[in-house]
């Protein structure tokens, strides 16, 4: 049987209960309900991934003066591993780039290699690292900044 096809649309704050969830289950160190309920408003660009009609994943992005910076993107592990976190990204660089952005960026941890290998395949590249960012003690980790500053067809 072939896969269901994604579907997408513009995520709002009323689908907070929808994406709490996926959040808490995706991320190593989820963000709180404040800090997700304070990413609505007219400079960000939000969306949700739907699967079968069920939310699976969502991107959090705010765009200003053409720079846009991707906050937030996952993919509930249920649905991990089927090409919708690349398909929730293209989604993201398409909806930015209609709204006229023209360079693209994000900071992810030194550790998360599966999302780093697909930012890079996406066209994303390192420009700066933080040194030991995230997490504490000896669970520290650097942050890896990436811009995209070409535009794509
Ligand atoms: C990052 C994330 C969104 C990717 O979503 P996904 O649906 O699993 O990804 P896809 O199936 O579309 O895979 C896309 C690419 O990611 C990379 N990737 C994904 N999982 C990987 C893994 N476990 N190991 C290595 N590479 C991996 C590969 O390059 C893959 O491309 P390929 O299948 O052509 O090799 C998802 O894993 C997630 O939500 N992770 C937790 C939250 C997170 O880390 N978000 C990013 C924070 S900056």
């Not at 090409?83 to 900071?107: I, M, N």
């Not at 997490?135 to 535009?151: I, N, Q, W, Y």
Request: net charge negative.
């Amino acid at each position: 049987m072939s896969q269901p096809q994604p579907e997408f649309r513009p995520l709002l704050e009323s689908d907070f209960a929808l994406i709490y969830p996926i959040e808490q289950a995706a991320h190593q160190e989820p963000w709180s309900q404040a800090n997700l309920l304070s990413c609505f408003g007219p400079r960000y660009l939000n969306g949700l991934l739907l699967v079968a009609g069920r939310p699976a994943g969502f991107y959090i992005s705010d765009l200003v003066a053409g720079d846009s910076s991707l906050m937030n993107i996952c993919v509930h592990p249920d649905f991990q591993g089927k090409g919708l976190g690349r398909a929730l990204l293209r989604e993201y660089l398409a909806s930015s780039k209609a709204k006229k952005a023209e360079a693209w960026f994000l900071e992810v941890r030194a550790g998360n290699k599966g999302a780093i290998a697909l930012y890079e395949s996406e066209g994303f590249a390192e420009y700066c690292r933080r040194a030991d960012y995230y997490g504490t003690g000896p669970d520290r980790e650097d942050a890896v900044l990436m811009s995209r500053l070409f535009d794509f067809g």
